[in-house]
């Protein structure tokens, strides 16, 4: 990175999985705890999961993404770069707002797993039952 360009960090999570993520304007370099977008990311939806609000904003090749993932599995990891990268977006230039906002990437996805309940063998499942 270079000190004399601007830079913009935000905080993305998904599930159990935290993202910091930096951006500067660049050439479209994207990297994932010091590795390549595509090789952190082995399936090509996870990828386009991650960049997506570049893609929204169309940005993807003037902007360098810098992000550190910790906690959760690959898919909860691609969520939260996604929200890290559309907040950090908006701190860039806040005018990307209405587009981030229609296209749902700057709330932060509340679904997560549910706990599992005392005297049953999951979140839901129940024993089975016996009348007699």
Do not use: W
Not at 59 to 70: G, P, Q, S, Y
């Amino acid at each position: 990175m270079c000190a004399d360009k601007a830079v913009f960090s935000a905080t993305g999570r998904r599930k159990t999985a935290t993202a910091r993520v930096r951006i500067v304007e660049g050439s479209g370099k994207l990297v994932v705890n010091d590795r390549e977008f595509e090789k952190y990311f082995s399936h090509e939806n996870f990828a386009k999961q991650a960049y997506a609000p570049l893609l929204t904003v169309e940005l993807r090749d003037k902007i360098d993404v810098f992000a550190n993932v910790d906690g959760g599995g690959v898919s909860g990891q691609a969520g939260a770069v996604a929200h890290g990268i559309a907040r950090a977006l908006q701190k860039l230039n806040p005018e990307l707002r209405p587009a981030l906002k229609k296209a749902g990437h700057l709330k932060r996805d509340p679904r997560a797993k549910e706990r599992k309940k005392p005297g049953q063998p999951g979140a839901r499942k129940r024993f089975q039952f016996s009348k007699r």
